[in-house]
T-cell receptor, first 113, second 116 residues
């Protein structure tokens, strides 16, 4: 069965530092997508960034970028210049062959002032 | 443009009762998906509706059902509630069916259901 692994249950990072959140997709599919979402304490899931397995370039969206390693099927999220408002749960999700999203357990990120 | 709205935001029910949750997608979006989020199981896909038809279904018992109306609004129903149904239920909308590559979903704030 397909599975998303996020190895970091929680992280503390000093404000203004960069942070990397891990995500690996255990799938036999060669064509897939990986999504990152942020969930603040309010509960709403906020889409951050997407990487397709056939995309040539690593995805970037403002302060968010992905370090995509195709051979490992991993797409680690890099947040540059972290801010207090970045404190939240971060979820990685992989798109399976039925276009359903398989979700990781999440990483709780706390930015320290 | 208004985001995805879900009502009610909070709900308390007792075992054996049934509940209906509502989701209004972003205007123009035709796909609505439902997810259950619990501390133990994490986020799990329930089902997707597109153009009033269920397109995809996760691994949940038949007590969980849904429907979509012609204006794309969707309802989710859970019958014979169990304690384990306590969860945050999230609704997400997309312009197109999830069965198309790269389909960003926009989530609502969720309905927190507590079953006593």
């Amino acid at each position: 069965a397909q599975k998303i692994t996020q190895t970091q249950p929680g992280m503390f990072v000093q404000e203004k530092e960069a942070v990397t959140l891990d995500c690996t997709y255990d799938t036999s599919d060669q064509s897939y997508g990986l999504f990152w979402y942020k969930q603040p304490s309010s509960g709403e899931m906020i889409f951050l960034i997407y990487q397709g397995s056939y995309d040539e370039q690593n995805a970037t969206e403002g302060r968010y970028s992905l370090n995509f390693q195709k051979a490992r099927k991993s797409a680690n999220l890099v947040i540059s210049a972290s801010q207090l408002g970045d404190s939240a749960m971060y979820f990685c999700a992989g798109e399976d062959s039925n276009y359903q999203l398989i979700w990781g357990a999440g990483t709780k990120l706390i930015i320290k002032p | 443009k208004a985001g995805v709205t879900q009502t009610p935001r909070y709900l308390i029910k007792t075992r054996g009762q049934q509940v209906t949750l509502s989701c209004s997608p972003i205007s123009g979006h035709r796909s609505v998906s439902w997810y259950q989020q619990t501390p133990g199981q994490g986020l799990q896909f329930l089902f997707e509706y597109f153009s009033e038809t269920q397109r995809n279904k996760g691994n949940f018992p038949g007590r969980f059902s849904g429907r979509q109306f012609s204006n794309s609004r969707s309802e989710m129903n859970v019958s014979t509630l169990e304690l384990g149904d306590s969860a945050l239920y999230l609704c997400a909308s997309s312009p197109f069916s999830l069965a198309s590559s790269y389909n960003e979903q926009f989530f609502g704030p969720g309905t927190r259901l507590t079953v006593l």
